[in-house]
């Protein structure tokens, strides 16, 4: 059984206090109904699309430059048979100089070819993570990528 937690890096020319700060605006970058804080450690916060995709996530550890980290303490993914396969896993982005540019690695940790949401969870995170995050960070704006 494959068990690799979903991981995808894109590199930027940012410095890594512009790469932190797009992170945690969360609402300039996830597209759906985010309802909380988003920015400081201990947050909670909402994620809802349509009635496909609900989580609450809490900020359990943000190094400025360097890293956020969310528990993700409840889900609900409607087109899966475990509808709470996300309750539990953590979602990581890790910041790093890479010589003059910035490199962030995201990674959902739980979030593995052995469940059910793997194919379409992280297509959707590649999407997020490569086109919107990596527009936010370089342009200012995230792009809408469903």
Same mark, same amino acid.
């Given at each position: 059984?494959?068990?690799?937690?979903?991981?995808?890096?894109?590199? +930027?020319?940012?410095?890594? /206090?512009? @790469?932190? =700060?797009?992170?945690? &605006?969360?609402?300039?970058? #996830?597209?759906?109904?985010?309802?909380?804080?988003?920015?400081?450690?201990?947050?909670?916060?909402?994620?809802?699309?349509?009635? +496909?995709?609900?989580?609450? /996530?809490? @900020?359990? =550890?943000?190094?400025? &430059?360097?890293?956020?980290? #969310?528990?993700?303490?409840?889900?609900?993914?409607?087109?899966?048979?475990?509808?709470?396969?996300?309750?539990?896993?953590?979602? +990581?982005?890790?910041?790093?100089?890479?010589?003059?540019?910035?490199?962030?690695?995201?990674?959902?940790?739980?979030?593995?070819?052995?469940?059910?949401?793997?194919?379409?969870?992280?297509?959707?995170?590649?999407?997020?993570?490569?086109?919107?995050?990596?527009?936010?960070?370089?342009?200012?704006?995230?792009?809408?990528?469903?």
């Amino acid at each position: 059984m494959d068990k690799r937690d979903y991981s995808i890096s894109i590199t +930027v020319d940012k410095a890594p /206090q512009e @790469v932190f =700060d797009a992170i945690n &605006n969360v609402r300039g970058w #996830w597209q759906g109904k985010i309802e909380g804080s988003t920015d400081k450690l201990n947050d909670e916060f909402t994620y809802r699309m349509a009635d +496909v995709h609900f989580s609450k /996530q809490k @900020v359990t =550890d943000l190094v400025s &430059n360097e890293k956020v980290v #969310w528990l993700v303490t409840e889900s609900q993914i409607n087109f899966v048979a475990d509808k709470d396969e996300w309750t539990n896993t953590k979602i +990581v982005f890790d910041i790093a100089k890479d010589g003059d540019k910035t490199k962030v690695t995201f990674t959902h940790h739980g979030l593995v070819p052995a469940i059910e949401c793997y194919g379409g969870c992280s297509g959707a995170w590649g999407r997020l993570v490569q086109e919107s995050l990596y527009s936010l960070i370089t342009t200012g704006k995230g792009v809408d990528v469903f």
